[in-house]
């Protein structure tokens, strides 16, 4: 059976083979999924397209199931991690997640030997757990700044394209790491990670993979991604660079007792260096609720992408290499084997006692919704692409759907990533489905929403200072007290048109640490706040945030 030869609910990017050895019909598949039920209930060859035209007033889109996931995840084929990948995804299954990408940092190692067998371990991972979508992923280290995910669609060529790419325009093996002002080396290795990027969309344009995403990991931890490097990525391609974490993984590094006085939330434990862009406070340097300052100051830089009119996803993700708590620890090396001539660590081996960690398992405490209209590694990547993604900690919530509309219209409107265009002055309500956790999670809580917090931004297009952080015009304009709400309940918010195009996002939290935020109390009067360090329990500040919908006003 040829692709085109696929029934219509099948996902390309699974080979038919893979279908029959999993005995994959399309019931068998959707009854593994378990949570699709009602969103896929619509039809097969009905399901609508994944992503929306919205080219008339009011727009459209499709009903929608979210599937949960970490593109951030390590093995034992990254030289600082420590477990198999049979250990992460049975970890991931637990915790329920849906999809994940095992992104191991570049190394020569890893080029040289562990990216072949890594695919290997892959293949037999996705044989083992038919009910995850497991990608094969590269933690990019981007010349002259961060680090980025990087993965592909299944197909042939994935494991060819990460190591081609790894090889060609890795900033850590070429040696183009330097991004500071001083450096003579800087304007090379920032052009040398847009040249990057736009040779993965012509990989993506020929057809020689199906897909691939970018997606920036930890931006501010050492304060080297600058606005304009940020706004360079994407628009070197911006259906490659999609996004960036909004949250980090090691969640638990500030745990009271555990890693010391100094420590905090997502390892963000770091000063202004040479390397640091200079425009960035050395409060950006903290996280805020376990967020990143880039996400978590209302009018801060991911507000000031926004306002260009511009989708920039967020994501969050364990990027687990040693999960606190665990009892395992690295096995021992073979005489004269090391990661550059084997690109695997020896398997874990279990010691009783407690090791040294930061992060928690895949899908234990943070955790990216992604939602489809079918299930599979295309879908996922579409989902994301598309915008329509909002994340938690701790389990907040069960379930988030939002839908913003025009009073007028009879249909549902459009959702997170999405487009409405309406006329100046017109009526328009944004309808927020909550659903509150149903169960305790990983600590033994039953989380609780205090409360929804709606922020609006307007847009005003390209930005003439392309290093600019600030979004001056974008502040929460409406909380909603939801304290004491169980069940499935929809929030209707009424909004107005106004004069100009905007943008809507939401955040909430348990409302167990808030504060003005760092932009004002006028702006932001209840936001997420930096902890003590040292004293960082994540379980006892969580929070949701969702991506935005665009509003578009035309003359009326």
Known sequence: MTEQQLPSWADPAVSPADLDAQGMSRRGLLRRAGLFGAAFALGSAATPALASTGRGLGGDDPRLAYLVGDHHVHSVYSHDAKYTFSQQAQAAARF???????????????????????????????????????FQGLEWYIPAAEHATVFAAPGRHETDLLTRFELAYDGKLLGYDKGGAADADTARNQAHAVKAIKWLAEQRRTGYVDDVLVLANHPLRLGIDSPYEIRDWRDAAPEIVIGMEGAPGAQGAAIPGWRGATSIRGEYENKPSAQSWAGYPADAYLTYGGFDWATATVGGLWDAMLSEGRLFTITTNSDNHRTVFDTWKNGDWLPGQNFDNTGKLPDPVNTDTPQPGSDFWP?????????????????????????RVWLDHGHLLDGLDVRLKRDCDHGDGVTLGGRLRVRKGERI?????????????????????????????AVRGRVGDRATWQAPDTRVVQTKDVSGRKGTYTLRIPLTGGDESFYVRLRGSDGKRNGAGYLGASIDPHGPITHEPGNGDPWADTWFYSNPIFVDVVGS
């Open 96 to 134: 329920g997640l849906d999809w994940m990408v095992f992104n191991e940092h570049s190394n020569f190692g890893h080029a040289s030997y562990g990216a072949k067998l890594e695919h290997a371990e892959i293949l037999k991972a996705r044989r083992e757990n038919p009910r995850q979508l497991i």
């Open 363 to 387: 899908g234990e405490f943070s955790r990216t919704h992604v939602g489809v209209t079918r299930y599979g590694y295309r879908a996922v990547m579409a989902g994301l692409r598309a915008g």
């Open 429 to 457: 309500t944004l309808n927020v489905t909550v659903t509150t956790a149903s169960r305790v999670n990983a600590q033994g809580i039953l989380p609780q929403l205090a409360h929804v917090d709606v922020i609006r931004g």
